[in-house]
T-cell receptor, first 114, second 114 residues
Framework: GAGVSQSPSNKVTEKGKDVELRCDPI?????LYWYRQSLGQGLEFLIY????????KSGLPSDRFSAERTGGSVSTLTIQRTQQEDSAVYLC????????????FGSGTQLSVL | GENVEQHPSTLSVQEGDSAVIKCTYS??????FPWYKQELGKGPQLIID?????GEKKDQRIAVTLNKTAKHFSLHITETQPEDSAVYFC?????????????FGAGTQVVVTP
């Protein structure tokens, strides 16, 4: 595809359920980032993948959050035992070479935890 | 870690007028400063970036200035048009040979009225 693709675009879940959010980066981009955007707030860094290097997970807010990237391409962000405070837009971005430069963002997944 | 403050949070301008958004950062070692534009329902899109070895950069109606001594940088939009209405985010990071976290400001909602 031409851009970063995220699915689903919207997800409504009940408190305590697990959710999986998917990101398809731009083909050939070695770096992949997950950010969280709460209503009216800036972008909060969650996790960064660069090639085969160990991911930087320093932004994950709790051990309920995890992410993986298979084959250096598609990434999945998993939130276990969701809480209402997890409600936000989850944005994925990719870049050609990493190091924060020229991130291309997807349209995000709007997560609502009831 | 890096902390980025962005002002104003909202900005209303008349079409044709200029808009200025200001950001300050805390880490004097930061060396990369991008600006992103986010339209409703979409992910942020990079519109311009500047490195610490440059004081000003222009791209058509958009310019960014950087004052390293004062640790602030600004986005200037001239001859504003309705399509400039969006949320604008500044960001700062230290990029070296390894990963440096991109810290975003809280965003500025720009409304251009015809």
């Amino acid at each position: 595809g031409a851009g970063v693709s995220q699915s689903p675009s919207n997800k409504v879940t009940e408190k305590g359920k697990d959710v999986e959010l998917r990101c398809d980066p731009i083909s050939g981009h070695t770096a992949l980032y997950w950010y969280r955007q709460s209503l009216g707030q800036g972008l909060e860094f969650l996790i960064y993948f660069q090639g085969n290097s160990a991911p930087d997970k320093s932004g994950l807010p709790s051990d309920r959050f995890s992410a993986e990237r298979t084959g250096g391409s598609v990434s999945t962000l998993t939130i276990q035992r969701t809480q209402q405070e997890d409600s936000a837009v989850y944005l994925c971005a990719s870049s050609l070479a990493g190091l924060n430069e020229k991130l291309f963002f997807g349209s995000g997944t709007q997560l609502s935890v009831l | 870690g890096e902390n980025v403050e962005q002002h104003p949070s909202t900005l209303s301008v008349q079409e044709g007028d200029s808009a200025v958004i200001k950001c300050t950062y805390s880490d004097s070692a930061s060396n990369y400063f991008p600006w992103y534009k986010q339209e409703l329902g979409k992910g942020p899109q990079l519109i311009i970036d500047i490195r610490s070895n440059v004081g000003e950069k222009k791209d058509q109606r958009i310019a960014v200035t950087l004052n390293k001594t004062a640790k602030h940088f600004s986005l200037h939009i001239t001859e504003t048009q309705p399509e400039d209405s969006a949320v604008y985010f500044c960001a700062a990071s230290l990029t070296t040979d390894s990963w440096g976290k991109l810290q975003f400001g809280a965003g500025t909602q720009v409304v251009v009225t015809p």
